[in-house]
């Protein structure tokens, strides 16, 4: 039997590509024998064994980024982690550490390098983190998710993403999911979403924009954020919907419903949408080191989305760019086709070959 051990956990944008991984695994080997790593902060106690995962717990090793006590404490925090995974390895044979990144996968390398385990590496971000460039340098296979990505031996497979996504016929659920949202099939439909948790500059700008939007024609769904309240006030008599709901548990028929997003550009978004070629304004995340730029600008330039600076965004932003794409069915055809294109809906199958060859070899 083979032994996949993988190791993705810490945050959602994390999680869901090793997940899919994992369940093209399944797929394609039936009997093959997964572990997930992961801590007891955050999603990974709750996401991963609610998909049927094994999943082993090991301590969290956030690295600090200023000399502070944290720093001097790092080597006795990672030698107890790297010990506790070296000793998963062992029990359940591991045959190959795959890795996502972040601070649940740097304790695995290391421990999967004692072992002399093999590695893969997935990179989803165009700007790797420290423990994907260390791990790149001695790993079996380095796989990337977008062109350029600076890491040695880097072969693009795309963005691993659960089939729920990128099996979605959009055509054939788009009378359905209006119906779910209270909306009309017919109409052209903005969907707006900050991420889970909302983001206040979207939310204030699109519904600024409502009353244009309502007398373009346009429908609204907005996605506010569990903690955010919409003010959209007086619509006018376009009849066109402006939906608010603080979170949509059926992202799928979010996607169904809608002709264009108006959203951050975080890495899995920006590769589900292009994998069920859904476009999209692009407003990256302010802070950072404008990785949600670099994750926006591949579909950009294939002309699948428009880019917008946080600071840039605004009611009229909204009248005078994503109005008249939505008021034209050509240019939204155009745009929908392309952003399709610059899509890699089979990222997940791709790495799963790469790892099943690996742990074989």
């Known amino acids: ?15 869901e590509p090793t997940l899919a991984v994992g369940d093209a695994l399944r797929r394609l080997h039936p009997d093959v024998r997964l572990t997930a790593l992961g801590t007891a902060r955050g999603l990974d106690s709750t996401l991963i064994p609610a998909r049927g995962y094994d999943l082993e717990l090991i301590p969290p090793i956030p690295m600090p980024r200023k000399p502070t006590l944290d720093l001097a404490r790092l080597p006795v925090r990672l030698a107890r982690a790297v010990r506790r995974t070296r000793e998963i390895l062992d029990r359940v044979d591991a045959d190959v550490v795959v890795g996502f990144g972040g601070y649940v996968a740097f304790p695995a390398y290391l421990a999967a390098r004692l072992r002399k385990t093999p590695i893969v590496v ?29 890491l040695p031996r880097a072969q693009v497979v795309g963005m691993p993403l659960r089939r729920s996504i990128t099996g979605l016929d959009r055509s054939a659920l788009r009378s359905p999911a209006a119906a779910h949202f209270g909306l009309d099939p017919e109409r052209p439909t903005l969907l707006v979403t900050g991420g889970s948790q909302g983001a206040r500059s979207l939310n204030a700008a699109a519904a600024g924009a409502a009353a244009a939007l309502n007398e373009a ?5 907005h996605i506010s954020g569990p903690k955010n309240t919409v003010e959209v006030g007086s619509v006018g008599g376009g009849g066109a919907a402006y939906v608010v709901v603080p979170y949509a548990d059926r992202m799928d028929l979010a ?9 951050r550009a975080g890495a899995v978004t ?14 990256p995340l302010p802070i950072g080191n404008g990785e949600q730029r670099l994750n926006a600008q591949p579909v950009v330039r294939a002309g699948g989305g ?17 109005v008249p794409v939505l008021s034209d069915p050509q240019a939204l055809a155009r745009m929908t086709a392309n952003a399709k294109a610059a899509g890699r809906p089979d990222a997940d199958e791709v ?8 742990a074989r070899a």
């Open 306 to 322: 428009l880019l917008v600076d946080d600071a840039d965004l605004s009611p009229q932003w909204i009248v005078d760019n994503v």
């Open 1 to 15: 039997m083979t032994s996949v051990v993988l190791a993705g956990g810490g945050s959602a944008g994390h999680i």
């Open 122 to 150: 997935h990179e989803q971000n165009p700007l790797p983190g420290l423990a994907n460039r260390v791990a790149a340098r001695f790993a079996q296979v380095v796989a990337v998710t977008t062109e350029g990505t600076p």
């Open 255 to 263: 996607y169904a419903a809608a002709d264009l997003l108006l959203c």
């Open 270 to 283: 920006c590769a589900e949408l292009a994998a069920v070629g859904l476009p999209a304004a692009y407003v």
């Open 351 to 358: 790495m799963a070959r790469l790892v099943l060859e690996v």
């Open 217 to 221: 024609g346009v429908q609204v769904l």
